[in-house]
């Protein structure tokens, strides 16, 4: 009797086999892997794709904003009072900042002009809604509901009433993508508020704290210190408001203290931003020495050089 | 002539013939998994939710292999790492992995009670995920919250009512006429 063989008989062949079509399939993810990670070639494939997708994007949003518009239809009466008032009063509290602003920006604008200083930002900022918060468990992103059509570039400070809430780093032709200070390694550069000290504050990824890197242990940094944007970036406009001084370990055996914060912003709770309009360009930057290019590792991002 | 009876709601046995799935309807639940992921959860919702996509390509590559194999696999993984804005290739590769792991388990699985399947099913989309986490990892990211493991059990947990649901329009019709 024949042996029965292993293999099926050769009309039952459909294609390659399944580990073929493994090796060929997962060759081609680990070669978009390192194109998207290492070279970003894909801008441009992702930008049509999403575009194409944007329509489903929106569709599938329609259910939850229903719910949450039924929510609010039954909202009481005597809720839409209180908040009325609290909204009225917050306005009348914050006159006196507004009405001196005028006078403020007039000075400012003098005193610049005076001393030859440049203009380094646009007034023009844009609102947007964010439209949902990112998908990916391993960082912190959200997406707006405007992109180019209102002129929105990557690099633009995003801020909500409370402070700073990130950087735009994509636009699509109807959606942003806005990553969050949270978010890992993102920079920000920073100064204390009540000594004036300079600092780098970095994301420190999903549920943990930003903190201040690379400050000295002797660093004057009080615990509760108010962190503003520093402004030397050329991303984020001097003076924002970013986070506060939440815990401060100074080990003198470390070359850093340990200097974690909370962001000012409701970085994952604000429905509602501002994107501040880009800079107007900065003076190019000196080349460096050929010797110090050449240890240092390039930052992905213009924040990163800050500091 | 006698109106044909709706098949009960329960598994089908492992002898029990299944009718050939009808490609739109392979396609149809796929787009509906492919939705299912985009929909905007928040909180315990969304910490819960699992991945219906790969839910959806594990079973139809189990029951349709000549429909869903690893190529349509790895596409809808490209599809899915647009729709999330992640890095092109990560659901790529760790779909196609789950359509081959899959093809592996296809001609075992289902001799086992549904509860059974779902355990083994847990593995593989573990494995998946385990894929994407190690993608990211030393692609450089931040280790995700424990939460990241709840979605393969979340998703094993369905294993059973998706069975039978998808099962259903499959059961051969039986006509009154035949009793």
Redesign the interface.
């Known amino acids: 009797m024949r042996p029965l063989p292993a293999e099926p008989p050769a009309f039952f062949h ?1 294609g390659p086999s ?2 073929a ?2 090796a060929f ?2 060759l ?6 390192f ?3 290492r070279f970003r070639y ?1 801008e441009n ?2 930008l049509v ?2 575009s194409v ?1 944007y329509p ?2 929106r569709v ?2 329609v ?2 904003e229903a719910l949450s518009y039924v929510g609010t239809y039954f909202s009481s009466q005597r809720e839409l009072a209180d908040d009325n008032a609290a909204l009225k009063r917050l306005l009348v509290e914050q006159a006196p900042a507004v009405q001196g602003f005028a006078r403020l920006q007039k000075d400012g604008a003098e005193l610049k002009a005076l001393l030859a200083l440049r203009e380094r930002y646009a007034a023009a900022a844009t609102t947007v809604e964010v ?9 912190q ?1 959200v ?1 707006v509901d405007k992109g180019a059509d209102s002129g929105i570039v990557p690099g633009e400070a995003v801020i909500d009433v409370d402070g700073v809430v990130g950087q735009v780093t ?1 636009v699509f032709p109807f959606m942003a ?1 806005v990553t969050l200070v949270t978010d ?2 993102h920079a920000v550069p920073v100064k204390v508020v009540r000594t004036g000290v300079r600092s780098v504050l970095y994301g ?5 704290l930003p903190e201040l890197r690379f400050t000295a242990p002797n660093a004057d940094v009080e615990v509760g210190d108010l962190l503003v944007t520093s402004g030397i970036d050329g991303t984020y406009p001097a003076g924002l408001a970013v986070a506060r001084v939440v815990t401060l370990e100074r080990d003198t055996g470390q070359m850093f203290a340990r200097i974690t914060t909370r962001p000012l912003a409701g970085v994952d709770r604000s429905m509602h931003l501002l994107v501040l309009g880009s800079a107007a360009a900065l003076p190019p930057r000196p080349d460096e020495p050929a010797e110090a290019d050449t240890t240092k590792k390039g930052g992905r991002s213009k924040s990163r050089r800050g500091g | 002539m006698a109106l044909p009876r709706a098949s009960p709601l329960y598994p089908a046995s492992p002898e029990e013939i299944l009718r050939p799935a009808a490609a739109w309807f392979v396609l149809l639940t796929l787009a509906l998994g492919f939705v299912g992921n985009l929909l905007p959860f928040g909180g315990v919702a969304g910490a819960l939710k699992p991945d219906f996509l790969a839910l959806l390509l594990l079973y139809w590559c189990i029951q349709a292999p000549r429909y869903v194999g690893v190529g349509t696999a790895w596409l809808l993984g490209l599809l899915m790492d647009v729709g999330d804005a992640t890095l092109f290739g990560q659901h790529a590769l760790a779909y196609a992995v789950l359509a081959y792991g899959a093809e592996y388990f296809r001609r075992r699985v289902l001799r086992f009670p549904l509860w059974q399947q779902a355990a083994q099913v847990a593995v593989l989309l573990a494995l998946c995920a385990g894929i994407v986490l190690l993608i990211r990892v030393v692609g450089g990211a931040p280790l995700p919250r424990w939460t990241y493991v709840v979605p393969p059990l979340s998703g094993a947990l369905l294993w059973p009512a998706l069975s039978v649901l998808l099962q259903w329009p499959q059961r051969p019709v039986t006509s009154a006429s035949d009793l």
């Open positions: 459909r399944p580990l079509r493994l399939f997962g081609l993810s680990i070669a978009l892997l194109a998207d990670t894909l494939v992702r794709a999403t997708l489903l994007l599938v949003q259910p939850a439209l949902y918060t990112g998908r990916d468990p391993f960082a992103k997406f994509r993508e890992k390694d420190s990824g999903t549920g943990r």
